[in-house]
Nanobody, 124 residues
């Protein structure tokens, strides 16, 4: 069984930074792509950023481009999301997802395994 576990959420003031981590464990076939989504209260879950299996290809949502950075350490099946210059509108539950494919995936339906989410709150 595959487990996806996020960590690193919390409360931060606007302009601050947070680093989220996502660990994947269990049986997962082949190389996998990873992604982060977020869901604010009363809103749909939205795409934030994705990375392919090698880390050589990334896609960012326009809303976070230039502020967030995704990276991965495949040796330990972990991805990180460095979030800088945080804004109150970044407040949401952040979900990590894994896709049993090598290419970058940006759609929710393209991901096979999801974490439980970690809360990020940015105060103004």
């Amino acid at each position: 069984q595959v487990r996806v576990v996020e960590s690193g959420g919390g409360l931060v003031q606007a302009g601050g930074s947070l680093r989220l981590s996502c660990a994947v464990s269990g049986r997962i076939f082949g190389r996998y792509a990873m992604g982060w989504f977020r869901q604010a209260p009363g809103k749909e879950r939205e795409f934030v950023v994705a990375i392919n299996w090698s880390g050589g290809s990334t896609v960012y949502a326009d809303s976070v481009k230039g502020r967030f950075i995704i990276s991965r350490d495949s040796a330990v099946n972990t991805v990180h999301l460095q979030m800088n210059s945080l804004k109150p509108e970044d407040t949401a539950v952040y979900y990590c997802a894994a896709s049993d494919t090598t290419a970058v995936v940006t759609s929710r339906s393209g991901f096979d395994f999801w974490g439980q989410g970690t809360q990020v709150t940015v105060s103004s």
